[in-house]
């Protein structure tokens, strides 16, 4: 019961020694006490008790900071620091916080699981120094507390993990709150230490994409923050600067993120806009675009780092949505943007892929590796479980593994624990700091727990944060400062590609399913929006003398990122709306200009058609005539193909006969040189007429009585003329 418990703190040191002794000779028997074994029925009351009054008392506890954050000494005083917040809406007199631990480690990181998602765990209260409120608690008020106690009168084992709860009691000795968090107790290297776990860290440089088709335009202004001083970016890319060599780390680049920074420092870069690139915001050009890329280069030019295909795409919803040309593409982008930007080659293809949140079939990787000549992909370490038996007595935690690809080729996989992985993104740099602190803390102990479970194997950990990772600076320098704990070796990440894919590692695991829809996957109908506007690039594309197919290719990617999962959709909906504005805007610039109505002069003639080029580039099309079936208006050879400069029109002579008189209807469109149609249209109505060879007869006659007229009037003139002159030889008396 919590208020016996509590009295029994206050006794002598003596009588707390022999409670101690007692409780401890039965609540302890085993070595630990996760939910689901066997525990006392009191014992289990008084937690559901103290949990209970946890949530409605309405005072909370936090717990943020331990140090040190691992003990290595028997005598190390262990100093907890937190707070407490008063919501019951009265006064708090006498508060006071104790802490508590066990002598029973963690027998697995199923028990740390359950033991921080509140369920039962036998601790006992530590010898060591409590905190009292030095006054009252008042309503909607927080205090800071500090309290202590001795690494060593608590029983500890090396080399292992132990709880650790702080309980805010009050004056009456009732429970009002609690905090928990972990402590591993790692007293040095030895020959009875575990072997040290290789630990290898992807840090991700992502952004959601921000470029279309418009020349020097970005969808929105928020990278100026993010990379600025404070901002998401500068505080990944400071943290990661600092510590890279430490800890080895591999960087993981997107190149739209690189395209985007560098619009940012040119003199005027424009945002945000329409379709068709107008009622844009101009902006100047961004120091802080420009130190950062800067920084990037600068910094991390011998070192360590893949990029990812231009935007990062959704892999899985290409490849089920059959859009595999577009991930070559897309790598192809990726490749170029990143070697012109940061001055490096990465030569083509990608050494290592990372899907989005590590989720993939066995259809993608086979992708991966036929279009992207992908040798190692990390993978979430959920998507290939270890396949456990009877005998073993923890999950074998280890990143190498392989698979067979659908092209025969062998793929190696690095397996990112998705336990870390989920710790490291449930924390952002608007978290309190209890919950930042908890994350840090919880990356200790799992890591110090995968080494304990297997204390004479050699194993490897891959560390992989969420891809838009949104930790404070403070934060993710804190987290890569703790890969030097003493049960850590950082080691690259090609050094596990290499033995991934030469030596996997034995434990056998689950196989990946041949196809299946990865969680958060870019929906089939979204999917569907991208293809038909991929179909409008195309069309657009093809009239284009000499097409900027990068610039094209690029805004296709952009809409094809995995920024616009979930709750981001509506980002990608307005990307491909702004796309398929654009070239269906482009095609109408280009267009026939024709009278709706031609009369011939008979049964043939030639119909002019003009074709007005209104874009800012060069095109190629092709004026195609169309007849009903059955018409009797047939089309006679002419040259359909015409080139056009940026702002002019060019004449085609359209042949026509009709076998017979009478309004006839017919349909000009026009095409890509490749037979696309564009979209535009002209309908004609012809008007052959009875007058044809009437007036050719008419023409012909007049024009032969203009030639005799003109030979008569030669001849008379003549003939004057010759008479004039044999008088001039008479003398004048002809």
């Known amino acids: 019961m919590p208020n016996v418990r509590t009295v029994v703190c206050f006794l002598i040191a003596g009588v707390l020694a022999v409670a101690v002794a007692s409780i401890a ?17 009191l014992d289990k009351t008084q937690q559901s008790t103290r949990t209970t009054g946890a949530v409605t008392s309405g005072l909370a506890v936090s717990i943020d900071s331990v140090s040190p954050q691992f003990a290595t000494t028997a005598n190390a005083t262990i100093t907890v620091t937190g707070t407490i917040t008063n919501d019951t809406g009265r006064p708090l007199d006498g508060v006071q916080v104790q802490l508590e631990t066990s002598p029973s480690h963690f027998l697995g990181r199923s028990d740390m699981s359950q033991y921080s998602s509140g369920q039962y765990w036998q601790v006992v209260p530590v010898t060591g120094t409590p905190w009292y409120a030095s006054g009252t608690l008042h309503s909607h008020s927080t205090m800071s507390w500090t309290a202590s106690f001795a690494a060593g009168q608590q029983g500890y084992e090396p080399y292992e993990v132990y709880p650790v709860e702080a309980w805010a009691l009050s004056s009456g000795l009732t429970t009002l709150g609690a905090a928990r968090t972990f402590l591993p107790y790692w007293p040095g290297s030895g020959p009875s230490s575990p072997d040290k776990l290789a630990i290898s860290w992807i840090w991700p440089l992502m952004d959601s994409p921000q470029q279309g088709a418009c020349d020097d335009d970005l969808a929105t202004n ?11 970016l500068s505080g990944l890319l400071d943290a990661g600067l600092q510590y890279a060599d430490a800890t080895s780390l591999t960087w993981a680049v997107d190149p739209a993120l690189l395209a985007d920074a560098t619009i940012m420092t040119k003199p005027r870069y424009k945002v945000g806009g329409n379709g068709i690139c107008t009622d844009t915001t101009a902006m100047p050009s961004s120091g802080a675009a420009s130190t950062w890329l ?10 360590p780092m893949f990029v990812t295909p231009y935007a990062d795409p959704d892999v899985s919803a290409l490849v089920h949505s059959g859009l595999d040309a577009d991930l070559v593409n897309s790598y192809f982008l990726g490749d170029n943007v990143a070697d012109e930007v940061l001055h490096r080659s990465f030569g083509s293809g990608a050494p290592v892929a990372w899907p989005a949140n590590g989720s993939a079939d066995a259809s993608v990787l086979t992708s991966l590796a036929r279009d992207g000549d992908v040798k190692t992909t990390v993978l979430n370490s959920g998507e290939m479980p270890a396949l456990g038996t009877a005998s073993t007595a923890y999950p074998p935690d280890d990143a190498t593994a392989s698979v067979t690809t659908g092209i025969t080729t062998t793929m190696g996989v690095l397996l990112a624990d998705n336990g870390i992985t989920a710790d490291l993104g449930s924390a952002t ?13 919880d990356f200790l102990a799992q890591t110090a727990m995968i080494a304990a479970e297997a204390p ?26 703790l890969t030097s704990a003493p049960w850590l070796r950082p080691v690259a990440l090609s050094a596990l590609a290499s033995q991934a894919g030469q030596h996997p590692s034995a434990t056998a695991r ?16 979204y999917m569907s929006t991208v293809e038909s506007v991929r179909n409008g690039a195309s ?28 709750q981001a959709s509506k980002g990608g909906r307005l990307a491909l709306d702004r796309l398929s504005t654009f070239f269906s805007h482009r095609e109408k610039l280009v267009q026939i200009i024709s009278k709706n109505k031609v009369v011939l002069a008979g049964t043939s003639g030639v119909i002019p058609v003009s ?48 076998a017979t008189l009478g309004s006839i209807s017919m349909q000009l469109e026009l095409v890509a040189p490749n037979g696309s149609p564009l979209g535009t249209t002209q309908s004609l109505s012809i008007e052959p007429t009875r007058f044809g060879r009437a007036l050719l007869i008419v023409i012909a006659a007049a024009l032969g009585v203009l030639v005799l007229s003109s030979l008569a009037r030669w001849v008379r003139r003549s003939w004057r003329e010759n008479i004039s002159e044999a008088d001039g030889r008479s003398g004048g008396t002809g």
């Open 222 to 232: 928020e990278l100026a923050s993010s990379l600025g001083a404070g901002g998401r």
């Open 611 to 658: 074709v007005a080029n209104g874009l800012d580039a060069t095109v190629r099309v092709q004026v195609r005539p169309q007849v009903p079936a059955g018409s009797q208006l047939t089309i006679g050879k002419f040259d359909s193909t015409i080139t056009i400069l940026p702002g002019q029109t060019r004449l085609v002579r359209l042949p026509v006969h009709a």
């Open 456 to 481: 004479n194997t050699a194993r490897s950990v891959v560390i992989a944060p969420p891809q838009r990772w949104d930790p404070s600076e403070g934060e993710a320098a804190g987290l890569l400062k």
């Open 25 to 41: 000779g039965s609540a302890f028997a085993a070595p630990g006490w996760p939910a689901g074994t066997a525990a006392s029925n």
């Open 539 to 566: 069309r657009y594309e093809s009239m284009l003398s000499q097409p900027s197919a990068q610039t094209i290719e690029t805004a296709i990617a952009v809409t094809e990122s995995s920024a616009w999962r979930g």
């Open 510 to 525: 689950q196989s990946l399913p041949g196809s299946q829809v990865a969680p958060g996957e870019l929906s089939a109908n």
């Open 294 to 303: 800067d920084d990037l280069r600068g910094g991390t030019i011998n070192q």
């Open 429 to 441: 740099a608007q978290s309190p700091a209890s919950a930042q602190f908890g994350v840090e803390q």
